[in-house]
Nanobody, 114 residues
Framework: QVQLVESGGGLVQPGGSLRLSCVAS????????MAWYRQSPGKEREFVAG????????PYGNSVSGRFTISRDDAKNTVDLQMTSLNTDDTAVYYC???????WGQGTQVIVSS
């Protein structure tokens, strides 16, 4: 079964950190772009970070640049999102995306609150 499964979400205080992980099964994404998006209640889904093959600086959304880091492990078929200096505006459901197949995970909830 071709799918993406996210994990690592939860409740964190402002200023804290979380690491999200996305595992792909049923296919290999080693030669393709992967990305993270997020969606807050009442808002459109927003690009967070992307990671292409072949090196170069990964693109990040303006609101997370400098605080979030995307990484991938092609041997494990995973793509992670390290989030630091979290604030309440980062509260959202975070989705893993594989553009080549227009594939989305089910999402993992991140709540930043004191």
């Amino acid at each position: 079964q071709v799918q993406l499964v996210e994990s690592g979400g939860g409740l964190v205080q402002p200023g804290g950190s979380l690491r999200l992980s996305c595992v792909a099964s049923g296919f290999s994404f080693s030669r393709y772009r992967m990305a993270w998006y997020r969606q807050s209640p009442g808002k459109e889904r927003e690009f967070v970070a992307g990671l292409d093959i072949g090196g170069g600086s990964p693109p990040y959304g303006n609101s997370v640049s400098g605080r979030f880091t995307i990484s991938r492990d092609d041997a494990k078929n995973t793509v992670d999102l390290q989030m630091t200096s979290l604030n309440t505006d980062d509260t959202a459901v975070y989705y893993c995306n594989f553009p080549h197949l227009s594939l989305w995970g089910q999402g993992t909830q991140v709540i930043v609150s004191s």
